[in-house]
């Protein structure tokens, strides 16, 4: 993947603006853009009506919130799913050979 930082333009209340994005970075949106069902300037302009700061930093930013919310309802799902073994677990085990036990 390319990491040389492009220009890329949007139209935003009939105005055409530019920002200048990563290509990691632009796949990403477009792929939040899809999966929301909105279209890239839609979702470009969403995240302008809330930033502080230049657009450029608004847009990574966005994208870095959206991939840790990605990954942390993964992984609460992957978590819940399981059920819990181990030390203290009801109906948990341990057959490892101790002191008292014969190997």
């Keep these: 993947m390319d990491d040389s930082v492009r220009k890329r333009s ?3 209340a009939g105005h055409r603006t530019s920002f200048s994005l990563e290509d990691a970075f632009w796949q990403e949106l477009v792929g939040i853009a899809e999966r929301r069902n909105v279209t890239l300037a839609e979702l470009v302009v969403e995240i302008d009506s809330d930033r502080d700061g230049n657009l450029s930093s608004a847009l990574r930013l ?13 992984t609460s799902s992957e978590t819940s ?10 109906g948990a085990t341990d057959d490892t050979p101790g002191p008292d036990k014969q190997a």
């Excluded at 966005?62 to 993964?74: E, H, K, M, P, T």
């Excluded at 399981?82 to 009801?90: I, N, Y």
Aim: no cysteine; charged share 10%; aromatic share 4%.
């Design 10 to 12: 949007v139209t935003i």
């Design 62 to 74: 966005y994208v870095l919130r959206d991939l840790q919310n990605r990954l942390a309802s993964q």
């Design 81 to 90: 799913g399981q059920t819990q073994t181990g030390p203290g677990a009801a």
